[in-house]
C-alpha cells in the first residue's frame, strides 16, 4: 500500500486513527497499531506476512536469551547474539542475494534462481538485527513480543524507513505522550513529503525514466544531463518525502522517528552527504560496523579498508547486482580521496560552492551505476554524458513546459540555505504577525500543497516509492 495513493490516505489511515484513538490504555492502543502494521503489510505482501511474523518471534526469543544469559553472569550470550545476526542476514541473503550468489555459480551449471523480494526485508532486518545488538550491549529487552512487533512492524517506517534504532525508541513504545501540537505537526510533515513525492518526484520520473530508457548510443549530451539530474532529484525528493511522511505518520501516534534527510545536495564533500543523505542508515553502518571493525582507530591503511568494505555492503544492500556494488565502491573511492586530500575541492571563501558543484556532479554520476539496468548501460550512459555520441543519431527529450517549472522548483528546493532566508524573514516580524498572521500563511500553504498533492493524485497512475525495490 502506498502513502501516497487514495486507498491509503482516505481509507486506511483515517480508520487506524480513529480507531488508535478511541480504544485507552497503552498495551489496548499498541495492539491496535500492530494490528494496522500487519494489516499494511499483508495487503501488498499477502502470505509473505509469515516472514515479517517470523522474524518477530525470533528475533523476540533471541532478545529474551541474551538477556537471561547476562542476568546469569554466563558468557553465552555472545552466541546467542551470532547465532541472531548470523539468522537474520541468511534470512535477507536467501529472499535477497540467491539470485545474485547463483549467478556466479552459473559457469559450474547451477541455474539463475529467481526469488521474490518481499517488501521492506532490508529495512526490517536491519531493525531486527540492531534489536539483538543493543540488547547485548546493555539495553533491556521488551517486555512483550507485543512491543517487539511493534518495533520492528510499525507501518510508518516498515517498508523504506527511516531504520530506527531499538535503544531510541524502546522508551516511546513503552510510554509515549500523543497530543493535539504533535499530532498537527505530523500532519504539517506529511503533506510536505506527500508533495515532495507527489509534486516533484514523481513528476521529475517522467523525463528520467525517459532518458534511461532510450538506447544510450541515440542520447544527446544535454538530454543525457538533463535526464541524469532529474533523476538525481527524483531519488532525492522520493526517498526524502517517503521519509517525511513516515515521521509524520509517528508523530500522529506519539512516536518521534529520527530525521532521515538534511539537504544532502548542500553538501561540499562526500563524507557531508552522507551526514545529510539516508542519514540513519549511515548511523546504523557506522554504529554496527565501521567502529566494531576499528573504525579510524587502527591507522590509515585499516581505516581505508573499512570504508570500502563498509560502502561496497552499503551498495549491495540497496540491490542485488554488481552496478549497486560499484556504486558504493564509488562512494568509498571518494571518501578515501577526500581523506588523502581534506582540503579538496579549494579552501576559501569558495571552497563551499565549488564543494557543492563537487558533490552535486560526482554523485550525480554514481547514481548512473544506481539507475543503469547493467554495466554496459552505465558505460554507455557515460559515454553520452561526456558528449562521445553522434549528435546526428542524437534523440532528444521532450520536455513540458509543467516538467521543467517542477525541475527548476526542485532543483532550488534542493538547497538548504531557504531555511535561513526563512528565519531571517521572520525575525522581522513584529509579535502579531508571528501569534496570528505567520501560522495561517504556513497552514495556507499546507492546505494548497495537499490540495495540490490530490488533484494529482486523483489524476495520474499509480508511482511507487523507488526504495520499495530495496
Not at 545474485?100 to 534462481?113: A, D, I, T
Request: aromatic share 16%; proline share 4%; charged share 15%.
Amino acid at each position: 500500500m502506498n502513502f501516497s495513493s487514495i486507498t491509503f490516505v482516505y481509507y486506511f489511515l483515517p480508520l487506524a486513527v480513529l480507531l488508535y484513538f478511541l480504544v485507552k490504555g497503552r498495551t489496548a492502543r499498541n495492539v491496535v497499531l500492530l494490528f494496522a502494521s500487519l494489516l499494511f503489510y499483508a495487503w501488498g505482501e499477502g502470505y509473505l506476512i509469515v516472514l515479517l511474523l517470523g522474524s518477530i518471534g525470533f528475533n523476540h526469543w533471541i532478545a529474551k536469551g541474551i538477556e537471561t544469559q547476562r542476568q546469569a553472569g554466563k558468557r553465552s550470550g555472545v552466541w546467542w547474539l551470532t547465532g541472531g545476526v548470523a539468522t537474520n542476514l541468511v534470512f535477507l541473503i536467501v529472499f535477497k542475494y540467491l539470485g545474485l550468489l547463483s549467478e556466479l555459480l552459473e559457469p559450474l551449471g547451477v541455474p539463475r534462481l529467481n526469488v521474490h523480494l518481499p517488501l521492506g526485508i532490508s529495512f526490517f532486518t536491519f531493525q531486527a538485527i540492531s534489536m539483538i545488538v543493543d540488547v547485548y550491549r546493555g539495553t533491556k529487552p521488551a517486555k512483550s513480543i507485543l512491543r517487539t512487533g511493534l518495533f520492528i512492524a510499525m507501518f510508518p517506517q516498515l517498508i523504506a524507513g527511516p531504520i530506527v534504532r531499538f535503544n531510541e525508541i524502546r522508551a516511546q513504545i513503552e510510554d509515549r505522550n500523543e497530543n493535539f501540537d504533535r499530532f498537527a505537526q505530523g500532519v504539517k510533515i506529511f503533506v510536505i513529503g506527500l508533495s515532495q513525492k507527489v509534486l516533484i518526484a514523481d513528476i521529475l520520473s517522467g523525463p528520467a525514466d525517459a532518458a534511461f530508457g532510450q538506447l544510450p548510443a541515440e542520447l544527446g549530451l544535454v538530454a543525457a544531463w538533463f535526464g541524469l539530474i532529474c533523476f538525481s532529484l527524483q531519488i532525492y525528493y522520493d526517498f526524502a518525502g517517503y521519509s517525511n511522511m513516515a515521521i509524520g505518520l509517528g508523530r500522529f501516534f506519539g512516536f518521534e522517528l529520527p530525521k532521515n534527510f538534511a539537504h544532502p545536495y548542500s553538501a561540499s564533500s562526500f563524507r557531508e552527504f552522507w551526514r545529510r543523505w539516508h542519514m540513519t542508515l549511515s548511523r546504523w553502518f557506522k554504529d554496527y560496523l565501521y567502529i566494531p571493525l576499528g573504525g579510524s582507530r587502527l591507522g590509515s591503511a585499516r581505516t581505508y579498508r573499512n570504508l570500502l568494505i563498509v560502502f561496497v555492503l552499503v551498495g549491495i544492500w540497496h540491490g542485488a547486482a554488481w552496478t549497486f556494488a560499484l556504486w558504493g565502491l564509488w562512494h568509498g573511492v571518494f571518501l578515501i580521496i577526500e581523506r588523502l586530500c581534506p582540503r579538496l575541492p579549494l579552501p576559501g571563501k569558495i571552497a563551499k560552492p565549488l564543494g557543492m558543484i563537487y558533490v552535486g556532479v560526482f554523485v550525480s554520476l554514481g547514481w548512473v551505476l544506481f539507475r543503469a539496468d547493467d554495466m554496459q548501460h552505465a558505460l554507455g550512459y557515460w559515454r553520452a554524458l561526456l558528449g562521445m555520441n553522434d549528435p546526428m543519431v542524437s534523440i532528444p527529450l521532450e520536455v513540458e513546459p509543467l516538467v521543467m517549472l517542477v525541475f527548476i522548483c526542485g532543483f532550488l528546493l534542493a538547497w538548504d540555505g531557504w531555511e535561513n532566508v526563512w528565519k531571517r524573514s521572520t525575525n522581522k516580524f513584529g509579535v502579531r504577525s508571528k501569534a496570528v498572521i505567520l501560522p495561517s500563511a504556513v497552514w495556507g500553504s499546507i492546505a494548497g500543497l495537499y490540495l495540490l498533492s490530490f488533484i494529482v493524485m486523483a489524476s495520474n497512475t499509480h508511482q511507487p516509492f523507488l526504495y520499495f525495490r530495496f
